[in-house]
């Protein structure tokens, strides 16, 4: 198993990192080999598992300034999927959009808000539905094909950290994990 940690500033807690990434690596592995409803609930379960790791929480300090903070944690060496997790400062949200591979995530720390929105038949255009505060080690997971269309963001005073798996190599040529969708800016 190739675990690829990425982290900056991460030398003491590496064997204990690399054990719960290497339990969700494994988890993954085993949920691509299996139909998809059980592949939902194996990779949502061991998400929601890993995310309660200490490591995750102490990665607040690596939040940016500028965008929230993107850390990839593994690469899948066959490309099928990446985990990554992102650190998100009050403010930060991300832009409303869709996935172009199934997608699972849990929430560590922190408190994230989730929009989620419908698409406008007429125009294609996002439109909220609601808006749901997330709390620590809240999970979900969506196909691609389900047309999930949200926004995440971070809106409390603490700092954030989600973990998040996609179906999908991320950060190379060819397209990210996600699908920039327009939304609608009030009528
Ligand atoms: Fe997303």
């Not at 990665?59 to 939040?63: E, H, Q, S």
């Given at each position: 198993m190739n675990i690829s940690l990425a982290l900056p500033?991460?030398?003491?807690?590496a064997t204990r990192q690399a054990a719960w990434l290497g339990r969700l690596v494994g988890a993954v592995e085993e949920g691509l080999e299996r139909g998809r409803a059980a592949r939902r609930a194996l990779i949502a379960e061991a998400v929601a598992e890993a995310s309660r790791a200490p490591e995750l929480r102490d990665?607040?300090?690596?939040?940016s300034q500028r965008c929230y903070a993107r850390h990839l944690l593994h690469a899948d060496p066959l490309e099928r999927f990446s985990i990554l997790a992102l650190v998100w400062r009050r403010g930060q949200f991300s832009p409303v959009h869709g996935h172009h591979a199934w997608c699972a995530f849990a929430l560590s720390c922190g408190r994230l808000l989730e929009t989620r929105y419908a698409i406008c038949e007429a125009d294609g255009l996002a439109i909220p539905q609601d808006t749901l505060p997330l709390a620590p080690f809240f999970a979900d997971f969506t196909e691609a094909a389900d047309g999930h269309v949200h926004r995440l963001g971070n809106a409390a005073r603490q700092v954030a950290v989600s973990l998040h798996v996609y179906g999908r190599v991320w950060g190379?040529?060819?397209?990210?994990?996600n699908r920039p969708v327009v939304a609608r800016t009030g009528d």
């Open positions: 500033g991460r030398s003491g807690a990665l607040r300090r690596f939040g190379t040529a060819g397209g990210g994990v």
